[in-house]
């Protein structure tokens, strides 16, 4: 199973269906929105780094002008599915080629039909190379009239972030825009390039911010006219000259075939690297692929100042912002499947180490302190307000920005795993330790000696569950603090014997003085955890005193809990949007036997809110139950994190992918039903446990160099 499907246009559904067809290249990608536009679409190219500033939000990815703008007048009349009749409608996006195609028989108010046939692509081969095809076959003989443009007349949901630089035709088949950012001062340049069946010279409308190429065709009944449209596309980011990179591009392939031909083996290289198969539960199957299809459209292949947004780059939500989402969710897909792609992202958050280090260092503290929400710099880009669930009018103060400190957690974690699982001691020592080192530069001195107590904690945080806020000694957070500095003094003792100049360096460059190391000993030894006799720990300071909550009672509900009880009342109970416990427990694996899990996952299971709250939890619930033998339990979570976009189960997948559940979706299938465990010594064992339907899981995964591919079956 390759291939997403849809048979109706649903004008309802569109926002939905343009996040699901999106296509793209690691470069840019572009939501499925129909070539001729309909009311009310939410219409969108963005490309990786292409930020502007923006009022609350800080700055987004700026909406980049559209290059799918092609009208079609069949006889004079424009092809539209708001008139006329939709004699057959089919869309198909190909995960295997990242082609989407629609095919449509129309047939206009005036009677004419025609069958058209859109193919577009965004290149693989060549990421500043894009392709539009489109073939008309009339059943009547009469002129068929294209009108290609690049439109710069895009705005981010109301907000215009481009101004005009200039515009115009090169060599009669080409025309090209060039925009610039308001704020970001970033140039972009877009080149079009027409090649028709039948091709004598386009016309050229000089329309300011929309060039427009008019190509007018004769045709027969039963004849199939084809326009196909190259575009280049470059920014100042790429290059000193992007108009002269775009119309490069642009000029470049011979044909669509060729083109074509590129795109297929550049993805079947790809998949040879990760495909997963599903024998026996087609749902899991496509879900699963396009899960990894989103991830690999959305992953800087050829640029290390940039990380995979919490929503790809498919939609307008969060603004194109990376959050935790990227080194805990999707990172360990591009690790053990595509580690060049990983150290990219993990080289992101070394750029951003200074941003960090300021963050620490206003707040008062040492170390980095990476930004929660992170976008062009490193630079925090939390809103501080948002509309508020019950009363829109109303903002609502989000804590995240100030108060979520594990991500510096996460970032070291991700960091060290690629180095685990890549043996990649280059990389670590140029970069990966000093993210290891000085995220636990920031643990040791946030942390406080709780008298009272007799242990290092943590205060006034936010842990992954954002349903409670200004909480003492988070267990995902202090867990992950521990691990953090119990790993950078392993990573000094290593680099002291493997790389003693680079060892020198840091201790100079961090100040790592020996009352600093014997503090960062000391609060790993020493922090507050709430373990109870059975194993179980207890989210942070107070949580089993909260009132308890019987989720089952509020059910059906279509309204997470926290917009039940309200943002400041969700506090006062034991609901929560995804389980920390479980999250910690999961990453820090061997730690755990399986009577320590049971007893958390027995607890916290009930206490989620697994449909409304967070998309992140239940990939990782999944795994959690596969390592308890809880197979059922399992894939129910593991289907809820596949439906999550397929079917919009939340309601909100036109804000574009969740990206966290499909990174989430593959550890699922590897680390859960596959039981994969890794060991340092490149050893690795497979403990699967299949849900009764699979046939048979095929996996691969790259450890240390060498491809790996494991197939299960039921025995
Ligand atoms: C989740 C966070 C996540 C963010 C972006 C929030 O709703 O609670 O854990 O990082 O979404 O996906």
Redesign the pocket.
Known sequence: MWKITENIFDPQKQHHKETIFTIGNGYLCTRGALEEGYPGESRATFLHGVFDDAPIVVTELANAPDWLALQILLDGEKFSLACGTILDFQRELDLQTGVLTRRVRWQSPSGKIATLVFERFASLTDEHLLALRCQVTPEFEGEIEFRAALNAHVDNQGLLHWTFVEQGRKNGTTAYLRTRTRKSGIDLALAMRLLASDSPQPDYWDAELVPTLKQVVRARAGETVTLTKFVGVAASRDTDDPLAMALERAAKPVSWESAFEAQKQAWAEEWRRCEVSIEGDEEAEIAVRFSLFQLLIAAPRHDHRVSIG?KTLSGFG?RGHA???TEIFMLPFFTYTAPHIARNLLDYRYLTLSAARDKARQAGYQGAWFAWESAANGEEVTPTWVPDFHDRKKLARVWTGDLAIHISADVAYGAYQYWQATGDDEWFIAHGAELVLDAAQFFASRAEWLEERGCYGYRDVIG?D?YHDHVDNNAYTNLLAKWNLETARATLDWLEQNAPVKARELNRTLDLTPERLAKWRDVAEKICLNIHSNGLIEQFDGFFALKDVNLAEYEPRTKSMHEIFGIEAANDYQAI??PDVLMAQYLLGDAYDEDAIRANYEYYNPRTDHTYG?S?GPAIQAIIACRMGNVESAYEHFIRAARADLRDVRGNAGDGIHA?STGGIWQAIVFGFGGLRLYPDRRWEVHPRLPRHWKKLTFRFILRGEQHTVSVGQN
């Open positions: 919490a969060y959050f935790w989402d992954p954002e949007k995804q967070s992140l966290a």
